[in-house]
């Protein structure tokens, strides 16, 4: 049975202000959730693989293949962010 004031201090680690009416609505509500949750306890899943993804899923990955990458000066010609040849970011 989850009580009123379990919900509160969920609640509260949640930094979420709740009136008393709310918190007992949502006691109600938590109970209907465990509730549904004893019931899928009750099902026998001992014989059953898990199911990461319901369908099965192909990666679709190419090889790697070796480029020329980009020399710094065209690394940096769209910014006016660089400095000594980095990024300059915001300062804290």
Do not use: C, W, Y
Not at 33 to 39: A, P, V
């Amino acid at each position: 049975m989850v009580e009123k004031q379990a919900v509160q201090r969920a609640a509260k680690n949640a930094r979420i202000n709740l009136q008393d009416e709310e918190a007992e609505k949502f006691t109600e509500e938590f109970e209907q959730i465990l509730d549904t949750f004893n019931k899928l306890e009750e099902v026998d899943t001992s014989d059953v693989e898990p199911a990461f993804h319901p369908i099965e899923v192909k990666s679709k990955t190419r090889e790697d293949e070796l480029e020329d990458s980009l020399d710094s000066g065209q690394v940096f010609v769209n910014t006016e962010n660089e400095e000594d040849g980095k990024f300059k970011g915001p300062s804290a």
